[in-house]
């Protein structure tokens, strides 16, 4: 049974926005690019592994207690809001 970084790792939802390629490549109409032009709007879950100055790290896999899988780093000015997740109950099936 695999033990999540609980205490010092809480659970997130982070709500952050990041670049991506709006339009393909060749030449676009201004009222086009005005148009299409936004950000993506992300929604990150996982354990808050770090957090410095400049970034957030969330892990979303876990294996062993030593090893984790889709760590994510936001910067910090991309991040719109961050819940902190709870638990209200759980069940282990099978």
């Given at each position: 049974m695999l033990n999540p970084?609980?205490?010092?790792?809480p659970r997130v939802c982070i709500h952050w926005f990041d670049a991506y390629d709006a339009l393909e490549t060749g030449w676009h109409d201004f009222d086009d690019i005005n148009k299409k032009a936004d950000l993506a709007y992300c929604l990150s879950i996982g354990w808050l592994f770090k957090e410095d100055d400049k970034?957030?790290?969330?892990?979303?896999?876990l294996t062993g207690d030593e090893q984790a899988g889709r760590v994510t780093v936001i910067p910090k000015g991309w991040i719109k809001k961050i819940e902190y997740l709870t638990t209200s109950h759980s069940e282990v099936k099978g």
């Open positions: 970084p609980k205490e010092n790792h970034k957030y790290v969330l892990i979303a896999d």
